[in-house]
């Protein structure tokens, strides 16, 4: 009984490991652009342990982007239970994936497996639906909660909020390799936030809100 | 002299007839998954006008993306010609923009190669600087005329606002097939142009000006 589970933690180390060592490199040359070698080298594995734990270079590529829409629903979770205003919530939660974006190998590894999706003979999960679900649920309870502004309807509010938060990436990406992301999601909520809001509160009020969320 | 001309005409119309080819191919398959027989068959010419004419396939990637970028600039002069305040001119070249997005097949194979650029070797023109240039230039005029709410700041509103269209245009891609794109941006609208303007205007306004553009 030890022993198996000593098998299966160090299963688990190799299966972790190649997983790391692909996305490194996934992220900086692509999915074209990296081969089984490559990952074998990087990782110290061998091809076979490639196979044995992920049958394919697809299979691995799928695996890195599970891994990354896996990292939304516990940072979902944090942010909704912070007792703060939920528009508030929303914020922050915007800066902290903004940071994953920029930081965390496996989300930027899964960005970009998923733009050359085309490339990839794996079902990817559909994009985009889950974020649109998740920030309508959080503008729907600023409504319930008096913040919202009058004009303001949840749901099409969260679709282009979306949509706004993944162009700044691309444009972040393409510009400045992300180094400014969060300058230019503080520009975004600075234009949106005035629209989105009940009550404009005190002009020092948005800035603080966006030092707070940057430093969270 | 004649005859010149007539030669000239006639290279004319087969590169047009090859780049046109080309760009619904690579608008339905990717780069990578087009090949130079694909063009040739599509098309009705032979390999060797392809190479005759553009050398290379990435070459011919190069000159739709080329193409691609090259639609803006008149677009863009039409409309800051149009004799209504700037801010509508802004919302109505959004939507002629998307429209083009949507039904321009050199416009949507430039942006599918842009996208997949890392696999591509050609140097593609730099993206969004154009833009962020464009619309800040018409912000900048609304701000003189009046126009914009005071906490707005012309640059970082044109850098959101050319983040949130191509996250538009991205989202309405894996969504809808941008079938939708027109109401996605109306929503785009209907939030930020409460606050950018200076005087929000009769509820009415911004439905009114919303359906204006998109009939245009």
Redesign the interface.
């Known amino acids: 009984m030890k022993d198996d589970e000593h098998v299966q933690e160090r299963a688990e180390q190799t299966r972790r490991s190649l997983l790391e060592a692909a996305a490194s490199l996934f992220d900086e040359r692509?999915y074209?652009?990296t081969s089984i070698s490559d990952i074998t080298a990087r990782s110290g594995h061998t091809s076979g342990a490639i196979y044995f734990h992920y049958t394919s270079k697809e299979r691995l590529a799928l695996a890195v982007v599970q891994e990354h829409f896996a990292t939304w629903p516990p940072l979902i979770d944090r942010h909704t239970g912070l007792h703060v205003p939920a528009l508030e919530q929303l914020v922050r939660l915007s800066f902290a994936v903004a940071r994953a974006f920029r930081d965390d190998i496996v989300v930027r590894a899964g960005a970009r497996l998923w733009?050359?999706r085309?490339?990839i003979a794996a079902p990817f999960p559909?994009?985009?639906?889950g974020w649109i679900d998740a920030v309508g649920a959080m503008l729907e309870r600023a409504h319930g909660e008096g913040e919202l502004?009058a004009?303001?309807d949840p749901l099409?509010?969260a679709?282009?909020i979306?949509?706004?938060?993944?162009?700044?990436h691309?444009?972040?990406e393409?510009?400045d390799g992300r180094r400014l992301v969060e300058d230019?999601l503080a520009?975004?909520w600075?234009?949106?936030l005035?629209?989105?809001r009940a009550a404009p509160g005190h002009p020092g009020h948005t800035a603080e809100l966006l030092a707070a969320a940057r430093g969270a």
């Open positions: 692509g074209a652009g733009t050359e085309s490339l559909p994009p985009f639906i502004a004009h303001v099409p509010a679709r282009t979306v949509c706004a938060f993944f162009g700044l691309t444009v972040s393409a510009l230019h520009e975004l600075t234009l949106l005035p629209s989105l």
